[in-house]
Each structure stands twice: as C-alpha cells, then as structure tokens.
C-alpha cells in the first residue's frame, strides 16, 4: 500500500516535472530568420574575341556563347550573348546611323530602360566615354527586386553606329537571389565596352 502510494507520488511529481519542463522552455523572442538562396558558384573570368564580318567587335566570356533568335534574324547586326548556366542574355540590337537617326534611337533607349520604372526602386544612369575609341553612351542600372531588366546601356560614336545592350533572365524577377549573378555579368559587360572598337 506505502509501495503504490509512492508510486503515484512519484508520477504525478514526474509529470509536473515534464509539464514545467517543456512549460519553461518556451521563447518568446523567436525571430524568423531570413528567405535564404541557393549558393550560386561563380566561374572563373575569362574572355575570348568576337571579330567576324559585324561592324563591331568585342571580347565576350568564354561561359558564354553567340546566339540568334527569331528577334536577331530579322536584323543583320543583332546578337544575344547567352548565358545559359544563369539563364540569362544580353540582347545586342545594332543600328546604322546612317539609316536612321541618332536623337530618335537614344530617345527609345531611354523610353525602354523607364518602363521598368513602375517596378523599379531607383535607376542609377552612369555616362560611358571613350574617346580614344569613340565609344560614347549611357549605362542604366535599374534596381529593384521585380525589375524584369537589372540593366541596360547604349553606346555610339556619333556619326555610324549605334549599339543597345540589355540584360534579361529566363526566370521571374526576384532580383535578390539573382545579385550575385547580376553583379557579376554586369562585370562583363563593362569589360565588353571596354574592348568593344568600330569597324568603319
């Protein structure tokens, strides 16, 4: 009888135990942690020439490749540089300026780079200038996490050609998780305008 009462004495006092135990070890400063990314491995920067009969030439990534679609067919001089580990591309759409006129062309650039401007936070514009090669132009970059574009640019040397580049991905904009990818294609455009030379 003394055996089965400290039985229970002994449960119920367990049972308290457990009750306080998990009672007391609620938190009530849990803070969600943030949305994490895949880890996205960056290759190694390396470039090789693009000099074919364009009139214009330029050194691209060697992770990348020359490619056409039913958008560049219709044109001579358009081109994608395709990025197809990041799903990403950079249409090159090129104009003869003796075709066609140069205030109408940079005008539509501008008008295409701010329709993003809705999902847009801001839009940084930096001017390109390249005397010594006549490369002169605008790089805008458009920031913002639904932005369908990250960036976009123009160049020109005032009096023959003109070129327009922008940078889209195959995916829904979330631009967080693609800035690592962003930031690094960015780097190769920049070293694109930095070997980009005319062919007269």
């Known amino acids: 009888?003394?055996?089965?009462?400290?039985?229970?004495?002994?449960?119920?006092?367990?049972?308290?135990?457990?009750?306080?135990?998990?009672?007391?070890?609620?938190?009530?400063?849990?803070v969600p942690k943030p949305r994490g990314y895949f880890?996205?491995?960056?290759?190694?920067?390396s470039y090789r020439a693009f000099d074919s009969t364009f009139p214009y030439r330029f050194e691209y990534p060697v992770y990348a490749k020359i490619a056409f679609d039913k958008y560049t067919i219709k044109e001579q001089y358009w081109m994608n540089v395709d990025f197809q580990r990041f799903k990403g591309k950079i249409h090159l759409s090129y104009k003869d300026l003796?075709?066609?006129?140069?205030?109408?062309l940079i005008e539509d650039s501008r008008t295409m780079v701010y329709k993003h401007a809705p999902k847009a936070t801001g839009i940084r514009e930096s001017v390109i200038d390249h005397n010594d090669r006549k490369i002169y132009g605008m790089a805008y970059s458009i920031e913002g996490n639904e932005a369908a574009s990250p960036f976009q640019f123009y160049v020109t040397d005032s009096?023959?050609?003109?070129?327009?580049?922008?940078l889209y991905f195959a995916a829904v904009p979330?631009?967080?998780?693609?800035?690592?990818?962003?930031?690094?294609?960015?780097?190769d455009i920049d070293h694109?305008?930095?070997?980009l030379n005319w062919k007269n």
């Open 39 to 45: 880890r996205i491995d960056l290759p190694e920067k």
């Open 174 to 187: 979330n631009n967080d998780s693609l800035q690592p990818v962003i930031d690094f294609i960015i780097n």
């Open 98 to 104: 003796k075709k066609t006129d140069l205030a109408k």
């Open 159 to 166: 009096t023959n050609h003109f070129l327009r580049g922008a």
């Open 1 to 30: 009888m003394i055996y089965a009462r400290q039985s229970k004495i002994f449960s119920l006092f367990l049972f308290i135990s457990i009750i306080g135990l998990v009672v007391s070890c609620r938190n009530d400063d849990y």
């Open 192 to 195: 694109f305008i930095a070997t």
